[in-house]
């Protein structure tokens, strides 16, 4: 069973800066690539970030310059630096890892990041 388990959200001022992270484990098949979503109350799920093991980045337009997604030398966690966060980046995130060999993504619980002063 494959499980995501994520880290690091929380409360913070415009300007501030987050670290996520996320974990995946229960597979012994390879991860093709990870990512960061986000969801924000009345809004429909977004991609955020997102990295292949092979190391490209596909970063959504709002958040290019902000933030950084990299991927750990296992290849199986995938962190998200966030700085000069602003209000309209509140929403949960969710993590992702999409396994190339099952043709099927898994999906994290979800952490809430709230920016407000």
């Known amino acids: 069973q494959v499980q995501l388990v994520e880290s690091g959200g929380g409360l913070v001022q415009p300007g501030g800066s987050l670290r996520l992270s996320c974990a995946a484990s229960?597979?012994?098949?390879?991860?093709?690539?990870m990512g960061w979503y986000r969801q924000a109350p009345g809004k429909q799920r977004e991609l955020v970030a997102a990295?292949?093991?092979?190391?490209?980045?596909n970063y959504a337009d709002s958040v290019k310059g902000r933030f950084t997604i990299s991927i750990g030398n296992a290849k199986n966690t995938v962190s998200l630096q966030m700085n000069s966060l602003k209000p309209e980046d509140t929403a949960v995130y969710y993590c992702?890892?999409?396994?190339?060999?099952?043709?099927?993504?898994?999906w994290g619980q979800g952490t809430q990041v709230t920016v407000s002063s």
């Open positions: 992702n890892a999409y396994y190339g060999s099952l043709s099927r993504d898994y």
């Open positions: 229960g597979s012994l098949f390879s991860i093709h690539t």
């Open positions: 990295i292949t093991t092979g190391g490209s980045t």
